[in-house]
């Protein structure tokens, strides 16, 4: 069927639409809005606090060549600590820090405790927020002195000063000196902790909450607790897949006496800032906020597909890695349908890292009958003519737009394609355009090699037996 056809003939690509729109990242005033204009953000005295402050400047600096990229922004986890493999290391995403600041409900003239501040974002928030006193509790002092030293080079104790806000550094160990006379207003533990640490919980103020991760069966459960006059409620609120805080942090923080803190050997975790980067994103689940079905969705999404890139060159690689990243997380979002944000992912992943199928999946984000949906698609053949996706997307949309002989040249690339791993969806394809054709025997043809490899897709059978009966 394939004979002297040539799938890189490069007149068929001419008469694809070149592309006119070219989705990448936002900035973080934008994501922001979009957050609000989603429902997602409600708080206005959040939403203020947001668009002063992200979590772009309190990351480890990027790589200079990825520098115009806004990965801020991006629903990638950003290192905030060199060795990502340290509990805690990661500063959490644009949606995890609406979702649990706003649980938490810091107002005016609060007192603020933090228990694993996870960079310095979340502590400018509160600030930001009105709080009136932060105490920030770090599990190692080398990583409480970073804290302090980052604080003071963006001068955010200038600004702490102007808004009148006491910003107190401690370490696991010396974090119930001093504490408020009346309590801690808002009390927020970021690690996974085996049960309520009663010893922190009975320092909160009357009326006060406190926002913890609590280890389950099902998993790191976020819960919301408050104290009023009938004691502590208790509120789950979903999944939220952090570290665990080590054994003898989380003996710290239940006991009733004040430990040692634990001792962090620096020397043996050495790390280079593009190697954080690299990793951060190793595990796509960890820090992600949500339902168990959602975790797993977002796992199992994460590990079905890869851009094509060798895995040694990533390991060295930076720019490749990050790229990657993006474009697995915006297949992520495409089947959660969050159709602008996984656009926004792959044309980054793209703009960084051209790959075929970075711009395969985003022609797909597009609706059917928008050109720059074959625009994408033509410039995924042109970055590597291998990748059959995109033949096979291109024999989609001619077949939906009634024009099934055009299809089948399309639908031949896909199947003659060397980088292509859904051939019996490529063979289907082409038994339905021979159909509208009334090619009857070709169309069985097809879709009995179809069956080959799909031999379980139920349209798939209902086709052949249909096919059968037509020609018995």
């Not at 040692?260 to 954080?276: K, L, N, Q, R």
């Not at 939906?400 to 002989?405: F, Q, T």
């Amino acid at each position: 069927m394939e004979g002297g056809w040539d799938p890189s003939e490069e007149y068929r690509l001419s008469d694809l639409p070149s592309v006119s729109r070219w989705p990448r990242l936002s900035s973080h005033g934008r994501m922001v809005q979009m957050f609000s204009d989603m429902g997602v953000l409600e708080s206005p005295s959040l939403f203020d606090a947001l668009m002063r402050s992200s979590r772009g400047y309190h990351s480890l600096p990027l790589p200079s060549e990825l520098e115009d990229v806004n990965i801020e922004t991006s629903a990638l986890r950003m290192p905030w600590w060199s060795d990502v493999s340290a509990h805690q290391s990661l500063l959490p995403g644009l949606y995890e820090t609406i979702q649990i600041i706003q649980a938490l409900e810091i107002r005016q003239g609060d007192d603020v405790l933090i228990i694993g501040p996870r960079g310095n974002w979340w502590t400018e928030l509160a600030m930001q927020l009105g709080a009136r006193r932060i105490r920030v509790v770090e599990t190692v002092e080398e990583r409480l002195e970073e804290l302090r030293s980052r604080w003071f080079a963006l001068r955010l104790n200038q600004a702490a000063e102007a808004l009148d806000c006491e910003i107190e550094w401690k370490v696991v160990g010396s974090h119930r000196e001093d504490r408020p006379p009346a309590g801690w207003d808002r009390i927020l533990i970021t690690g996974g902790v085996t049960e309520a640490p009663m010893a922190i919980l009975e320092t909160m103020a009357k009326g006060g909450s406190a926002i913890l991760p609590i280890v389950e069966d099902t998993g790191t459960v976020l819960q919301s607790l408050c104290w009023n006059d009938g004691g502590f409620m208790a509120q789950k609120m979903a999944i939220w897949n952090v570290d665990v805080f080590p054994e003898e942090v989380v003996e710290c923080l239940c006991a009733d006496v004040d430990l040692p803190c634990p001792i962090y050997d620096s020397h043996s975790h050495v790390s280079s800032f593009e190697h954080a980067w690299r990793t951060a994103n190793k595990d796509p689940i960890r820090d992600r906020l949500g339902p168990l079905l959602l975790l797993q969705l977002i796992q199992s999404t994460w590990d079905s597909l890869g851009t094509g890139f060798e895995s040694t060159d990533m390991e060295s690689d930076t720019r490749l890695s990050i790229a990657e990243d993006l474009f697995r997380m915006g297949h992520v979002l495409q089947r959660l349908g969050v159709k602008r944000l996984a656009a926004e992912h792959h044309g980054s992943s793209f703009q960084m890292a051209p790959s075929s199928e970075a711009a395969s999946f985003l022609g797909m984000t597009f609706k059917d009958d928008d050109m720059d949906s074959l625009a994408w698609q033509r410039r995924a053949i042109e970055t590597d003519p291998r990748f059959g996706g995109s033949w096979n997307e291109v024999g989609e949309a001619m077949l939906n737009r009634g024009d099934p002989r055009l299809s089948i040249q399309w639908f031949r690339g896909a199947i003659n394609s060397e980088k292509y791993g859904e051939r019996g969806v490529a063979w289907t394809n082409l038994a339905r355009a021979h159909l509208e054709l009334s090619q009857m025997n070709s169309a069985l043809f097809a879709a009995q090699e179809a069956a080959t490899l799909i031999p379980d897709d139920p349209d798939l059978q209902e086709l052949l037996n249909r096919l059968s009966e037509d020609l018995t």
